[in-house]
């Protein structure tokens, strides 16, 4: 009989909708079914730019004899991690808890009620083979033992998680925190640990919030450890094979300690946590000690060209953001991005192909696999103008490739996360493009995905899925509409923002002023997760206590400052022991000691003045101050704009904290001295 995918919006689920595998949908038909069958239940989770996934796809569940074997003793189901991140979370603690490390396709055998006795990863197809057979047989002789390991896991993962009340990150503890990095610092080429080495976006922005707060803003700044990490670890990506030096945006991560070689699927969260770090980064003049200036020319720059590639390659026909790019083409990882110098050659010509050799580190031998390499920016082009034809060549011949396939679900947090990135980096380097789409994608996340004031998580072709938005979906929207809302004036995206926020303190709460990462009426799982590391996103606690500090700049809300400060009480024990999963907390860390800050920027909306007095506000004020634009007649009931009028007809700002102003200016001088503390 055929599986139960073919109406799924998930294009991960697609994908395996043709498989001779009986797959159900995850959902409470499937455990019914294995009820009735008095059989296991097998759940295989993925994501649809796994490349792991696609290979245990195409040795086994594509194959005839293991899918016989798969149907005939167990319920299959399968799940996208991305569409449902809470069964992931639930699963993946118990595949870590019994083997001590975790990844995808991730492979988990479970009892008829869903409790998880055997869990593994990707299995070679023989192996896997063997491993039906024993867990069959397993099942059938010794049954007892797997229902007490079961109840034994379930027991072990539903227990209390509420962690110890403490109060919001005091300077020390941020300090401690880059102290601990220091020692877990690449000297030799940025980034933390060896191989295989991730992007650390969120870091990024923490680090930077650190050295800006380390130094007066109206001298001449010199380096400090936590500036010297940043810049060390964003120039070594920029110019390393994990960045797409050709059509911009990063991959996943590198299998390096170098950054040479990526694992290519280049995922939406990844491009927007990195577009807003190196926006923030290259915000201000290389005099302030974050970076020398050719390095902040590259930093700029890379910024410009992620955004240009999150809006040309991710971007769907209603508008939103689609969630990856696959590493695979042609059946082989990274085929539509390495060269030969013989590819050189036939596109450039040979004077160009070496030029291009050179600059891209192109050669003989090459960095990945049968002689190609991986494009790396191996020095700054002597020659700019023949960097950037040579450049515009490769990419036209590069589209004449078969192209990674494309995962075009729409996922609310991701988009969030987007919609805040390209909300400040369209204001700040002037380009009104990029604010186009952000407000694009932060209206069709509002029109689609929200129902009677609840989010759902994904949606695709501008049809909504069925999951329920989890934590982070909510925090990562409000995020983003605030921001859109300091660049743009426009009062709705601040009031939907604050509705997706009173519903995080409505029903995500666990009565201690922490945060489940799933609602009270969502889906009972054996456990219920709560998550405070941040790792490839933000956490939801972090991204929501982010969110919260921010609306409650932007109305006085003590509700919002509170709930903002409970969240964050994991950062003082994260800060030491675990800062590489603490970026995003510690960021917002960052953000209590500035205030946080709050500026309203006023005057009439054609006026390039206030424009300026924005930019202004995006390049000096630290992370975290809640930025509000308004035309000085009208305030939209956004609490920070009330009686904040133009002085003598002039665009004019206020700075304030804890809405307590000081005196407003009319000058970008004028406000750069106010949010320095002059």
């Known amino acids: 009989m055929p599986n139960r995918l073919s109406d799924a919006t998930s294009p991960y689920l697609l994908q395996h909708a043709d498989n001779p595998v009986e797959w159900y949908p995850w959902g409470e038909e499937a455990f019914a079914e294995a009820r009735r069958r008095d059989v296991p239940v097998l759940v295989s989770v993925g994501y649809a730019a796994c490349h792991w996934c696609h290979v245990m796809a195409h040795e086994s569940f594509e194959d005839a004899a293991t899918a016989e074997r798969m149907n005939a003793l167990f319920v299959n189901v399968k799940v996208d991690r ?19 490390q975790g990844g995808w396709p991730m492979t988990v055998f479970a009892t008829p009620d869903g409790a998880p006795f055997y869990c593994g990863t990707y299995f070679p197809r023989d192996h896997f083979q063997r491993l039906l057979e024993g867990v069959a047989t397993a099942w059938r002789d010794r049954r007892d033992e797997l229902l007490k390991q079961g109840d034994r896991v379930v027991t072990a993962l539903s227990g209390p998680r509420t962690l110890a009340a403490a109060p919001p990150p ?65 120039v070594g990506m920029a110019r390393g094979g994990i960045y797409d030096q050709l059509g911009g945006g990063f991959a996943r991560y590198a299998v390096d300690r170098e950054w040479v070689v990526p694992h290519f699927e280049k995922m939406l969260y990844d491009n927007a946590l990195l577009l807003r770090a190196y926006t923030r980064m290259s915000r201000r003049p290389s005099d302030t000690g974050l970076a020398e200036p050719d390095e902040r020319a590259l930093l700029h ?58 600059v891209f580190d192109v050669t003989e031998g090459g960095t990945f696999e049968r002689g190609a390499s991986v494009l790396q920016l191996a020095q700054p082009p002597a020659d700019p103008a023949r960097y ?8 036209r011949a590069r589209a004449d490739r078969e192209a990674p396939g494309r995962d075009d679900k729409v996922v609310a947090a991701w988009n969030g996360l987007a919609v805040a990135a390209l909300a400040e980096a369209g204001a700040l380097f002037e380009r009104p493009d990029l604010v186009d789409a952000a407000r694009a994608a932060a ?49 709705r995206y601040a009031h939907e923002a604050g509705r997706l926020l009173d519903a995080v303190l409505e029903h995500f709460g666990d009565g201690e002023g922490g945060l489940f990462d799933t609602a009270d009426d969502a889906e009972r799982l054996f456990s219920r997760p709560q998550d ?28 919002h400052r509170t709930a903002a400060e409970g969240a964050l009480s994991p950062v003082s024990l994260l800060a030491e022991k675990a800062a590489r999963f603490a970026g995003w907390a510690l960021a917002t860390g960052e953000a209590v000691l500035s205030g946080p800050r709050a500026v309203a920027v006023v005057g009439d909306p054609d006026d390039p003045a206030v424009d300026e007095l924005v930019r202004t506000a ?26 904040r009028a133009p002085i003598d007809g002039r665009a004019t700002a206020y700075v304030c904290e804890g809405f307590t102003c000081k005196l407003p200016v009319t000058t970008p001088e004028g406000l750069r001295e106010r949010l320095a503390g002059a």
Do not use: C
């Not at 639930?90 to 001590?100: I, K, S």
């Open 388 to 395: 950037d034809r040579v450049r515009a060549a490769l990419l």
């Open 618 to 643: 995006l390049r000096w004020a630290p992370l975290g101050t809640a930025l509000s634009r308004g035309d000085g007649r009208t305030d939209g009931d956004v609490p920070l704009l009330r009686g």
């Open 532 to 559: 405070p590391t941040d790792n490839a996103t933000p956490s939801g606690r972090s991204a929501a206590a982010s969110a919260l500090l921010t609306y409650a700049a932007l109305t006085g809300s003590e509700r």
């Open 443 to 491: 209206d069709l996340i509002l029109d689609v995905h929200v129902r009677d004031g609840r989010l759902v998580r994904t949606s695709r072709d501008g049809r909504a899925g069925t999951s329920a938005g989890v934590l982070e979906d909510y925090a990562d929207m409000a995020e983003g509409l605030l921001a859109l809302h300091g660049v743009t004036g426009e009062a």
């Open 170 to 234: 005091a300077r020390e503890t941020l300090d401690l925190a880059v102290q601990a990095l220091v020692r877990d610092y690449d000297h030799g080429h940025g980034g933390f640990g060896t191989e295989p080495k991730f992007p650390p976006s969120m870091l990024l922005s923490f680090l930077t919030a650190q050295h800006e707060r380390s130094l007066p803003l109206q001298s001449t700044g010199e380096p400090t450890p936590a500036g010297l990490m940043a810049a060390g670890t964003a």
């Open 82 to 100: 991305e569409e449902r991140p809470d069964v992931d979370a639930v699963y993946m603690e118990a595949t870590q808890a019994m083997t001590g």
């Open 301 to 358: 720059r890379v910024a410009e060209e992620t955004a240009d590639w999150m809006v040309r390659d991710l971007r769907t026909s209603e508008g939103g953001f689609a969630s990856s790019l696959d590493a695979d083409t042609e059946g082989e990882e990274g085929a539509f991005y390495v060269w030969t110098p013989a590819q050189l050659r036939e596109v450039l010509g040979a004077e160009d192909a070496e030029f291009a050799a050179r």
